[in-house]
C-alpha cells in the first residue's frame, strides 16, 4: 500500500493523505507484512485508523476513500468505497465526575488504546470505546496515589461519586463483581467482563452513557429514570483494569461490546493543564493550558477541574 487518500464524498475534495511513516502509523489489527509495514499479503486485511481534520468549509455529507497500491501486476489506484457521515448534532452532557482535577486518558495512536480495540460480536467489527476517556484523579504534582499504591482506596479517585450526564432512563447495569483490597489481587476477567460493573444510560436518540469499572453497590437499576447530576455509582476497580478510574463513553446500543463508539461534548470542564504523553501520567506535574470555551470533548490526557 503506497498512499491512502480521504476525499469529500460530494466534491471531491481532498481532505487526508497518508503515506510513508504516517501510513505506517495508522495501520493496527490484522499486522501487515513486509518490511516496510505497508506490505499486505494476499488474502490478508489490515485496518488504517483514521482522524480527519475539518477546516471552515463544514462538515462534508459524506467521505471517499482511495488506495494506491503496487503490486506484481503494476500500479493502481483502488476505489476504496464510501461512507456517510453522521451530521447530528453532538450531544452535550454534564460532568460525569465532581472536582477534581481528573485527567481525561486516552491516546488515540495507542495499539491497545480504547481507539484500536475493535470487538466482533455477531458477526459485526465495532469499537466501542472509540471516543472513551478513562478518567483518573490527580493533585497538584501530578500524583495519582497518596502513597504505595498497593491498595485500590491509594487512588485519589477511589470512591468518587459517578454522575448521571443528563436526564436519562438508566438502559443496563451489571452488579455482579467484587473489588479486592490490593491492586496486585484483581482477578484476570474474560472480554466478556472487562466492563466490571457498569451502567449504562438511554440519552435518546440512539445515544447510550457507559460508565464503567465501577465499585458494587450500584444506586440505580435498569428502568430507573435519572436527573443530571444525580449520584448513581462510586469509582471503583472490576474488571479489567490496573489503577481504580473511570471509564466513560458513549455508543450506539446499551450493549459493552456490540456497539459503535460515538462523540459527545461536556459541558463545564475548566481545562487547566495537559500531559505531553500518556507516559508522563502520575510522573509530575502537568504542562498548563488555557481554557476552552463552550462545550468540549477534553483533549489527551487533558486535566480539567469539574464544578464541585
Same mark, same amino acid.
Request: charged content about 20%.
Given at each position: ?104 486518558? *486516552?491516546?488515540? @495512536? ?6 484500536? !480495540? =475493535?470487538? &466482533? %460480536?455477531?458477526?459485526?467489527? +465495532?469499537? $466501542? ?28 479517585? *477511589?470512591?468518587? @461519586? ?6 436519562? !432512563? =438508566?438502559? &443496563? %447495569?451489571?452488579?455482579?463483581? +467484587?473489588? $479486592? ?128
Amino acid at each position: 500500500m503506497d498512499e491512502l487518500t480521504v476525499e469529500d464524498g460530494a466534491t471531491g475534495a481532498p481532505l487526508l493523505a497518508l503515506s510513508g511513516d504516517r501510513l505506517a502509523a495508522a495501520l493496527g489489527g490484522v499486522p501487515s507484512s513486509g518490511a516496510d509495514g505497508l506490505a499486505i499479503a494476499p488474502g490478508a486485511r489490515t485496518i488504517v485508523y483514521l482522524d480527519v481534520p475539518l477546516s471552515g468549509s463544514g462538515i462534508p455529507a459524506s467521505l471517499a476513500h482511495k488506495v494506491a497500491v503496487t503490486s506484481k501486476d503494476g500500479a493502481a489506484v483502488i476505489d476504496a468505497g464510501r461512507i456517510e457521515v453522521d451530521t447530528r448534532p453532538l450531544p452535550i452532557l454534564s460532568p460525569p465526575l465532581r472536582g477534581g482535577p481528573w485527567v481525561a486518558v *486516552y491516546a488515540p @495512536e495507542m495499539e491497545r488504546g480504547h481507539r484500536r !480495540v =475493535v470487538y &466482533a %460480536t455477531a458477526g459485526q467489527a +465495532t469499537i $466501542p470505546g472509540r471516543f472513551a476517556i478513562d478518567w483518573m484523579k490527580a493533585d497538584a504534582q501530578g500524583r495519582l496515589d497518596r502513597s504505595d499504591s498497593k491498595t485500590l482506596a491509594d487512588s485519589l479517585g *477511589y470512591g468518587a @461519586e459517578v454522575l448521571a450526564v443528563a436526564d436519562a !432512563v =438508566v438502559a &443496563a %447495569t451489571r452488579d455482579e463483581f +467484587t473489588e $479486592p483490597l490490593l491492586r496486585a489481587d484483581l482477578p484476570r476477567v474474560s472480554i466478556g467482563d472487562a466492563t466490571g460493573n457498569f451502567v449504562a444510560l438511554d440519552l435518546g436518540n440512539g445515544r447510550f452513557a457507559f460508565y464503567e469499572h465501577l465499585q458494587p453497590g450500584l444506586l440505580v437499576k435498569p428502568g430507573d429514570r435519572v436527573k443530571r447530576g444525580q449520584v448513581i455509582a462510586r469509582l471503583g476497580l472490576t474488571g479489567q483494569g490496573t489503577s481504580p478510574h473511570l471509564h466513560f463513553h458513549v455508543a450506539s446500543r446499551p450493549s459493552p461490546l456490540a456497539a459503535e463508539g460515538l462523540p459527545f461534548l461536556i459541558e463545564g470542564a475548566e481545562i487547566i493543564g495537559r500531559y505531553a504523553s500518556i507516559t508522563d501520567l502520575g510522573s509530575g506535574p502537568w504542562q498548563p493550558a488555557g481554557p476552552v470555551p463552550g462545550p468540549s470533548m477534553p483533549e489527551a490526557n487533558s486535566v480539567v477541574r469539574f464544578p464541585d
